[in-house]
């Protein structure tokens, strides 16, 4: 008598970030079925972003289409669908059109957006910046300030039009604080005629009392140095309390400017709601030392949208390394599983911190060695250089960087998504 052959592991992996691709990536091999689902067709590379903002790359040049990533391996299949819901006593994930996907092993891998405490009317004004459609949005509003600048003839408009407010000095305000001052001292000068870029103003507004909170009190004063020496007006310890299409009221003075750039808070995404699991104040799924959801132990959640803690007693950061290892340890959690075994707790290993002030100036702590200035930014691009997927990818990035820092020539400077009519 012949039994049918044994239907494999079925594997769903919602959200092809750093988290979920790295688990799918290392389940290459293992005894199973993957569905990898995402609502957007690109795997993006977030550290990057700021700069297609700024217009020193392209969108093609920080993501990648995930089912080309996945095209050598045929037992996963990629879907392009948003997931709303988690039917956990069913093994169904819910997707938003109604269908479903029934599961043995769930990943959760949902990443984060923006988060306004409490003042979500704020974000027409003050987009944040966490897709490449925010990415390209900001490149259209901070080009379109300097054109419509060039045609204005009042002078507290052109002055509104060439202020440039930051909320938030976390590494993406910095990064793009310096950016745009870099862009506006280096880049532009030489094409505009009836107005002086150098005399945009580039405003840095952060709630607490240092720029770079996460880094050594060493670092983050260079920092604030380095932005202060090309121009970047860097205020803390002032809380923002009121955005509007005019600017921006912060530490009880109002600030006229057309261009605001959320930079300040995150918010995990919906799966802790799905689950009706235990949540920290920002939403992130409070999981258990093998990274599954409490009372779920076939749902594991990674990267941004959970918190767990370190070694050192610490939240690990939401950053990319960190959802990297997450995802690498579940992978493996779920090979030990298929064998009858299991593995000790998740333990975070902690690479370092690195950030780019500008151009030829970054911040870096090892832990066992800080670095600032040139020889950190050399560091910090190799380095990012390094984690992009695929030769094309890497030599195309390191191209336009060795142009930008032999001419000031951005080669991404192009308004899209909209005519000169559009302001906003
Ligand atoms: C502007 C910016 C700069 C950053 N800079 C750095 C840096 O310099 N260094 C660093 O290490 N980290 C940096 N980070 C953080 C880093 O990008 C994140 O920690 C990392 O992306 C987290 O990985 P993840 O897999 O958890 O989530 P993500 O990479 O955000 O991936 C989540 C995925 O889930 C998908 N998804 C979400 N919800 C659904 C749904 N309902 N249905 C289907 N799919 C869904 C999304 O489309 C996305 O593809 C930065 C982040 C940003 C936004």
Known sequence: MSTAPAKPHHVVIVGAGFGGLETAFRL??????????????????????YQVATASLATSEIAWPIRYLLR?????????????????AGKRVLLEDGDVLSYDTLVLATGARHAYFGHDE????????????????LR???????????????PLKRAALLTFVIIGAGPTG????????????????PDFRNIDTHKTRVVLIEAGPRVLAGFPDDLSSYAQASLERVGVEVMLGQPVTECTAD?????GKKLEARTIIWAA???????AEWLDAPSDRAHRVQVLPDLTVPEHPDIFAVGDTVTIAGPDGNPVPGIAPAAKQQGRYVAALIRARLTGKTLPPFRYKHAGSLAQIGKRRAV???????????IAWWIWGIAHIYFLIGLRHRLSVALSWLWIHARDQRAARLITQGSSKVTR
Request: aromatic share 8%; no cysteine; net charge negative.
């Open 28 to 49: 290459a091999g293992a005894p199973v079925k993957i569905t990898l689902v995402d609502r957007r067709n690109h795997h993006l590379f977030q550290p990057l972003l």
């Open 72 to 88: 050598d391996r045929p037992e996963v299949t990629t879907l392009f669908a948003n997931v709303n819901g988690v039917d956990a």
């Open 122 to 137: 704020w974000e027409p004004f003050a987009p944040g910046l966490k897709t490449l459609e925010d990415a390209t949005t």
């Open 140 to 154: 259209r509003r901070i080009l379109v300030a300097f054109e419509r600048a060039e045609r204005e003839t009042d």
């Open 174 to 189: 910095v990064e793009l604080a310096g950016t745009i001052a870099d862009l506006a001292q280096d880049t532009l000068p």
């Open 247 to 251: 600017g921006v009221v912060y530490g």
């Open 265 to 271: 808070g995150v918010r995990a995404s919906r799966a």
């Open 364 to 374: 870096i702590d090892f832990g066992w060695l800080k670095l600032r200035g040139t």
